[in-house]
């Protein structure tokens, strides 16, 4: 090739090219993509507002339902005011505040802050009376954002006996609020959640960075496909400069943040950039020049069969098949390339995995989960157990009424055991639905296991059950909670017992799976599970005993996968159960890691 004097042909080609052409070309791309960059960020500034909105929901009602379970409790403004501080400890949460209806707070993330004014620029009794959450932005001396998230805190029968009116709580509306109007009526409460939106703000900037990269890369395509029109037209004399154009575009779409795949009429690939290499794990040289249908996944060519004149950009998202174990999400937007008189010159396709994005909508579906059931459990709790208190009590007087009578003693028995059959039922639901807190510290895993053999040892010899451990050589201590993890092994050890009425084999292996895991199987010579029910043994309240709960494999399987581990299964029926917990070899570390469960 040729090269070119430094700065005479360049001059040539603008002074031969018609300045119309090339205000054609910037007015027909540039509303095009920035219309695309603008609706992008639009929608990007939406979705982090709205999932903002709905994390701070999900933390009210989480704490309103840990209230509700105290109430059942009797717990006082001390245990509501730690509730409080935990619920604030959340990655991401600036604090969380609670205030009456004067401004007064009554309950703070920082304790010092309690008896202080807040909130006095709002309605605070419009605020208190909201079912559903309002949001604002806050700015403090330092330029820092806060994104605060309120509403009415909820308190149907009055379940938080520590909000009640204090004296030596400051009263900050002076004698108009102690009026005779407003004496005898119960004081409203407005709870603020103030979240940390410096992590957003980034990830907004990034956004928006990537989508102007984007719109501006796209420009710059359809400007150079333009310009290689008019250089294969008979501009022979700034071909040069044309190669540094082309270079410089080439070198800016391959270190693009997004995947770009561009096509020529024929759909045969004339660009891939570095990040649709990582995606599709293809290199270029292996797919430049072939069509789109041989060397790229069907969405590519499904996408492009929609465009049209009648539809120039399409954006959808959908699965896309990697290889043959490999899956992701992408969300693709593809659009037709033409010049600045409409003739149709090839295709742009940009995709962008949304893996990421879908864990976040994953994590939020978890949070109202466990809203959900903290609510259930709480109503249950209050619900339920004060009436079986009054049974136990009932039948316990019954019991040493008639304790002579051998029928009746063993009718009031019955009633006794079945209330404090549901006592656990209530209890394992409430574990179940409630943040748990993990104090993990360096332990060995060999007396957590011998510790679970020694609380069956009894039930096994009643059921003719024998007993086997093989802890093979010694394997590094890890970092456990030894309370919940012996909670682990002796629910999987007791669901083996119950599934050998008629004795069998119950045996614990510990196994170290590489370098970086530790595997303890639970294996049973028992009656095995069926392929329908394996499928569904972690589901809450699934349960195939008649006395069972359903919620003890559950809760295993939270506690195994807090410690960043999982619960392997494999069945046969007839023929036994091995259950395989999978624990990860970290680092070791004095100090107690304290988290939050999720499933």
Known sequence: ????????????????????????????????????????????????????????????????????????????????????????????????????????????????????????????????????????????????HTFEVYRGLSSPGSPFPGFQERADLPDSRGADDRAPENAGQPRGYVIFVGLDMGPVLAAQGQDTRNAVITGVSLLLIGFAGMVSLLLAQGYRSVRGSLSRARAFSDSLVNHMPIGLVAMDPGKRIIAFNETAEALFGLPAGDVLGRTAEEALPDIITETTEGLGKAQQILEREAECPVNRERTIPLSVIATRLQDDEGNFFGYAILFRDLTEVQHLKRELEHNRRLAAIGSLASGVAHEIRNPLSSIKGFATYLRERYRDNPEDLQVTDIMIQEVERLNRVIGQLLEFSRPLTLNRKEAAIEPILRHALKMIEVQAREKGVSLEADFGRTVPDLLLDSDRMTQVFLNLTLNALNAMEKGGTLSLRVVQSGDRTVRVDVSDTGTGIGKEELGRIFDPYFTTRPSGTGLGLPIAQRIVEAHGGEILVSSEPGRGTVFSVLLPRREASSEPIEMELSS
């Open 1 to 144: 090739m040729k090269k070119v004097r430094s700065g005479s042909s360049l001059r040539n080609f603008w002074v031969m090219i018609p300045p119309w052409i090339i205000l054609g070309a910037l007015l027909v791309l540039i509303p095009i993509f920035a219309f695309i960059t603008l609706g992008n960020i639009h929608r990007e500034n939406e979705l982090t507002t709205r999932l903002l909105i709905e994390k701070g929901e999900a933390l009210i009602r989480s704490f309103e339902a840990g209230a509700r379970a105290g109430a059942g409790l009797e717990w006082g403004s001390v245990q509501l005011q730690k509730l409080l501080i935990e619920t604030a400890r959340q990655p991401g949460v600036d604090y969380l505040i609670i205030a009456d209806t004067q401004g007064v707070i009554v309950a703070d993330s920082d304790p010092s802050m309690v008896g202080e004014i807040y909130g006095w620029n709002l309605d605070l009794r419009a605020a208190a009376r909201r079912t559903s959450a309002a949001w604002r932005r806050i700015a403090d001396d330092q330029g820092t």
